[in-house]
């Protein structure tokens, strides 16, 4: 898989998504093609960056223990992806291992929308509940500044 450029906001390469599929080789006219699987990767690592920022975190993530957890999940739904894509050409293919991977990918997605991981080396949501505190603070937990002041000694009561 030499040559294979995936940009910086992927998680994974084509070769990490071999290591769940090593019956599976990628070519240009393979079903799916490197480009559509290549493709497929870049999705998957926007779709883990927008469930990110849900959680307020700020995309994409470096640390390597972080881009660890990451990299095993956009793996994970590109192999579903192209596992899908397989068994559309080849009917035959084993349905039961398409839908194993897939659940797997379904899992971890859930999880990390749930907040199931904790990634050491973003930022995170600010340490101030607005709950609790109103509008006085900012999301960083510093005291905010008014928008307007409404001055109490001309008003009537």
């Given at each position: 898989m030499a040559g294979i450029l995936i940009p910086t906001n992927a998680y994974?390469?084509?070769?990490?998504?071999?290591?769940?599929?090593?019956?599976?080789?990628?070519?240009?006219?393979?079903?799916?093609?490197?480009?559509?699987?290549?493709?497929?990767?870049?999705?998957?690592?926007?779709?883990?960056?927008a469930e990110l920022?849900?959680?307020?975190?700020?995309?994409?993530?470096?640390?390597?223990?972080?881009?660890?957890?990451?990299?095993?999940?956009?793996?994970?739904?590109?192999?579903g992806f192209a596992e899908r894509a397989a068994l559309a050409a080849t009917p035959s293919a084993d349905r039961a291992a398409v839908n194993e991977i897939i659940a797997e990918f379904t899992r971890m997605m859930e999880s990390l929308r749930a907040g199931g991981y904790k990634f050491a080396t973003a930022s995170s949501p600010g340490l101030v509940?607005?709950?609790?505190?109103?509008?006085?603070?900012?999301?960083?937990?510093?005291?905010?500044?008014?928008?307007?002041?409404?001055?109490?000694d001309d008003q009537e009561f």
């Open positions: 994974c390469d084509v070769g990490d998504v071999n290591e769940h599929l090593p019956h599976r080789t990628f070519t240009a006219t393979s079903r799916p093609s490197i480009r559509q699987l290549e493709d497929q990767i870049i999705d998957i690592a926007g779709e883990i960056n920022r849900a959680l307020e975190y700020s995309p994409p993530l470096t640390g390597m223990d972080d881009r660890k957890v990451l990299r095993r999940i956009n793996a994970f739904g590109a192999a509940d607005p709950e609790i505190h109103g509008d006085l603070y900012d999301s960083t937990g510093d005291r905010a500044t008014p928008m307007f002041i409404l001055d109490m």
